[in-house]
């Protein structure tokens, strides 16, 4: 194969590698699964396992024979950068808080498993180790194997379900950060061993390292402060610098690959001695993780997929070995983290999570796995083994984590008291807002406090939640993270004090949140807050003419909340609302929530517009808003209009009515056409042309409101017999 046809063959392998790596991580993020599974998957795909086995001609051609050397180096390089990334990452803080019981913790769940490990190769090393390594070298790259804990995947869980500023994150960060570090060195030191094949011809390997760790933690690092003060002065980083930079970590690797460790060890130093400025490391990650990340690290799983052979897996007596390596690794971790745990006085809920937590592996397991396959210390059979337990042990991190601490006992509310006999139970409401952008929707939060009133336990959740597009990004770990969720809480906190001095602040909850699903995300908060409405703003999508689809379609599909959507124009005041009503589950609601605003503002005039769009239609309220209306008190009931129209085109009487309202409320009635992700082409022509600010309401199922009466009687506007 000529050298052209070789680069050809390496284009089309990596365009299928890319598409599939993407496609996989795309589907298991769909589960709620990282981003790495799927792409371990995909790599795995692609060889002997599934590729090779269904159509061995394909794998053949896509894979043939002389292109492994090309997609090794590019599988090498990505790791190279992958590991800087990993040590720009690990950032002191995690090693401020609770770092004896970090400490005691990440090394007892380090030593369970090695300790584990390393009995279970008296079991396998006559069985499956090829005999040209020491029984020494084999049994601490087991250990090393069954004791290693993923920390950027780690940190990505914790992220995602919000744990950065609990106890149970922090912990479970320093832990991470503990053992990473821990890992790191006793696999150097097993690399040393296997390469020297004694412990004693390991010794000047690792008195080389502790020189050079030496020398990169005092002279390394004080150049490189020297290096963030010049990015303070100037704000950037120049392509010269960033040059620069590249070669110190290609420099740092081939100087632990000479010193006789491995090459990703300098690479992780490099990063990890970097100064963690924020605005430094952050520009630095955004410049090389794309490309690693996307292009350099799915070469690297799929050479790693071709080869996993779990074909090799073809006795009854191999599965079984298989699935003891698998056991030992789950209860070697889980065992040694939760009984440190629970020795530091942590209970028995937290000390699981955090043993489930620990037990993720992911990519850092898959190094761990190549390096000693290329050592020759692991086995093909061995490799196919532990690559089955790494998938195992990070898939299972998540749903283990949220059956053993799901997130409603995470921020589970306090219930309310219990009224007392004989009393009437005054039920609160509470509304959630969800905010994209905190300095445009004062508007927004304003109508929220007037719906919910002065009542007591009355609540307004605002909620802006920071999304995370991307696994592995820099931007969502746990540092900048905190960074972001600081900036949002300080927004939000902003546009809590530019209302009135006369709102009831008291009411209102600022919440900030992490997520890669905002739809999903806003309606769980929902449920989990219970909140009787979800009051969000209106977004228009960019290739939609329907402003009233994208995001907020998007909530509407996945919320069993009722739900109103606000199209704001400049409302200042609430003095004259209108209620186009005709009988539909999604009027009603617009009818309550307009009753609601009468109730709570003093000087507010309701209008209710009863519509006929046909000869046969009625104009009729629900018979639990008659008996309310005819039981009010006098002075609201004189704020109340109930004048009755007869038309064929209800939205343009609904526009010309709106012309002396400060506000419309319109229900997304089912006789004016409401769709599935969206409130209906009459919705959409009403935030078009109405002259007031709009509030389009959808009911989310056909019950009465345990509400409306109570915050009546409680407002003393309504004599209930």
Sequence with gaps: MSQTEI??????????????????????????????????????????????????????????????????????????FFMFLIGLELNPKYLKGNLDVAILISHVSILVPFSMGSVLALLLYPLVSNGAVSFTAFALFLGAAMAITAFPVLARIITENNLQKSRLGTLALTCAAVDDVTAWCVLALAIAVTRT?????????????????????????RFFRKLAKHYERTGKLSQLLVAGIYMAVVASA???????????????????????????????????????????????????????????????????????????????????????????????????ALGWLMNTRGLTELIVLNIGLELGVVTPLLFTMLVMMALTTTFMTSPLLELIYPKRLMRLDVLDAEPEDGEPEILPYRVLVPVANPKSQAELLKLALKLVGHQPSARVNLLNLVEMQEDYAFSTTPTEIDRLLGQRQQSLNQLIQTLDVYESKQSIVPMVRVTNDVARETSEIAQMERSDLVLMGWHRPVFDQNRLGGRVGQVLSAMPKDVAVFVGRNLTTIDAVLVPYIPSLHNDLALELGLRLVANIPTCRLTILQLAIDDYSEYALSHEFSTILAQMEAGMRDRIEIPTQSTHDPIAAIVEASRGADLTIAGASREWGVERQTLGRYADALSNHCHSSLLITRKYRQVSSPHLASILKASGQVNLT
């Design 197 to 221: 094949n004694t412990m004693v011809g390991a010794v000047p390997t690792i008195l080389w390292s502790l020189i050079y760790i030496g020398l990169m933690v005092t002279l390394a690092q």
């Design 254 to 352: 081939l100087i632990t690959e000479v010193i006789g460790i491995h090459f990703i060890f300098g690479a992780f130093l490099l990063g990890a001695v970097m100064p963690k400025n924020v605005g430094l490391t952050r520009e630095l990650a955004e410049k090389t993780e794309d490309f690693v990340l996307i292009f350099l690290l799915p070469v690297f799983f799929a050479y790693s997929g071709l080869k996993t052979q779990v074909g090799l897996l073809n006795s009854p007596v191999k599965w079984l070995l298989c699935l003891l390596v698998i056991g030992v690794a789950i209860s070697g971790k889980y065992v040694g983290t939760y009984v440190a745990a629970r020795f530091s006085g942590i209970d028995h809920r937290e000390s699981s």
């Design 7 to 80: 680069v050809i063959h390496v284009l089309v392998a990596i365009l299928v590698v890319i598409g599939l790596s993407r496609l996989m991580g795309y589907g298991f993020s769909q589960i709620k699964q990282p981003l790495v599974i799927g792409e371990i998957v995909a790599g795995i795909m692609l060889g002997p396992s599934l590729l090779g086995w269904l159509a061995p001609a394909w794998k053949a051609t896509l894979f043939p024979a002389e292109i492994m050397p090309s997609l090794n180096v590019l599988s090498q390089i990505g790791l190279i």
